[in-house]
């Protein structure tokens, strides 16, 4: 299990925070950087200018910040990241309160999932901040159900060829957690961390995200489940609903 160390540098965190927020969103302006961060904007602009520094990230001519050429180029999901996050994260902290486990809100790119947020709970064995990170889609529980909402073609076109996934194996999980409506990773991409997931949907009913629920294998019970899934699925209505107003053309242009 991956937890964030007690001995943790905050400044050291949260630099590597920017540069992963840079490489996946491609542009940050300081105020972005602070409001992220939970810090001043005179610490952001300290951090960022050290990232200019180190070829990190570059500033443009509009004050902003682009990545810079130490940072490989990453595959760019197609979901509005920042606002996904910003309508998330208050649902996301008031069913990591509810449940006393940890949270996290993900997107689709290419064969792997992206942790967009993360909402830690407060209890002293749990799962850490993923924010940043990939993990197989296949294997993953917010993976499977994006997945399972793709088009059978597009799946096919994810792993063909692949010598790693069984695909016919694959169509049978994510036609169950279709008809399921949500996907359990059980120790499949960690030893010791189970995580529930569920779909994150538009007003035209294709998914846009996922989110899910994190927790040490130890505390996973399978007579919980359904209480844990109808949470779940409570909380990501609720995303689907603010992000669905957000969206709208006369809120957008407003």
């Known amino acids: 299990m991956k937890n964030k160390p007690s001995y943790a540098i905050d400044s050291v965190d949260h630099a590597l925070l920017l540069a992963q927020t840079l490489q996946q969103e491609g542009r940050l302006r300081v105020t972005d950087a602070a409001e992220r961060l939970g810090v001043s904007p005179s610490t952001a602009h300290r951090l960022l200018a050290m990232l200019v520094y180190r070829d990190f990230a570059e500033r443009t001519a509009d004050r902003k910040y682009v990545p810079g050429r130490m940072l490989r180029p990453a595959r760019v999901s197609e979901a509005p990241l920042a606002l996904l996050r910003r309508v998330a994260l208050p649902h996301l902290r008031a069913l990591t309160d509810r449940l006393g ?13 992206r942790f967009v947020t993360t909402v830690e709970c407060t209890q002293p064995l749990r799962v850490g901040d993923r924010v940043g990170q990939s993990l197989p889609a296949h294997l993953a529980s917010g993976g499977k159900m994006m997945l399972a909402a793709l088009p059978p073609g597009d799946v096919e076109a994810l792993y063909d060829g692949s010598g790693e996934v069984d695909l016919p194996r694959l169509r049978r999980e ?42 040490p294998t130890a505390r996973f019970d399978r007579r919980r489940l359904q209480g844990w899934v109808v949470e779940l699925s409570t909380t990501a209505a609720l995303i689907e609903r603010d992000f669905a107003d957000a969206t709208r053309p006369d809120t957008a242009t407003a």
């Open 174 to 215: 994510l036609a169950l957690v279709r008809k399921r409506g949500f996907a359990v990773n059980d120790q499949l991409t960690e030893t010791g961390v189970t995580a529930i997931g569920a779909a994150v949907r538009t007003a035209s009913g294709g998914t846009v995200a996922a989110i899910s629920m994190a927790m």
């Open 101 to 113: 486990e940890s949270t996290n809100l993900v997107v689709l790119v290419g064969a792997e999932v």
